[in-house]
Nanobody, 132 residues
Framework: QVQLVEAGGGSVQAGGSLRLSCAAF????????MGWFRQAPGKEREGVAT????????????YYDDSVKGRFTISQDNLKNTVYLQMNSLKPEDTAMYYC?????????????????????WGQGTQVTVSP
């Protein structure tokens, strides 16, 4: 069965960095769109970043929420079948549970996130806490 196994969350001070990983099992990430969502207490789950492979061109397209653009970087290692989220210059408002997500490539566009209802599989979540 498909599984998304996340790691890398933790507690850091404002301005610090964390690197999240999402190892996918049961499918090749090159055939899908992968992303990261987050959910803070009392808030709705929101998109953070997505990465969409273009197989014929041998490239990927990345999309970020405005709140993290320039600070976070999504990437993937096809050999390891793993997606990463490098988070720099962390802010207290980044505090949330972070979830890896998988969906069909068609749901990842250049200007929007998939709706949560369009996500096919979710990781278990990894907590990120940023202190002032």
């Amino acid at each position: 069965q498909v599984q998304l196994v996340e790691a890398g969350g933790g507690s850091v001070q404002a301005g610090g960095s964390l690197r999240l990983s999402c190892a996918a099992f049961g499918y090749a990430i090159t055939s899908t769109c992968m992303g990261w969502f987050r959910q803070a207490p009392g808030k709705e789950r929101e998109g953070v970043a997505t990465i969409r492979p273009e197989v014929y061109a041998g490239i990927t397209f990345e999309y970020y929420d405005d709140s993290v653009k320039g600070r976070f970087t999504i990437s993937q290692d096809n050999l390891k079948n793993t997606v990463y989220l490098q988070m720099n210059s962390l802010k207290p408002e980044d505090t949330a549970m972070y979830y890896c997500a998988q969906t069909d490539r068609r749901f990842c566009t250049l200007d929007s996130f998939p709706r949560p209802s369009e996500v096919h599989y979710w990781g278990q979540g990894t907590q990120v806490t940023v202190s002032p």
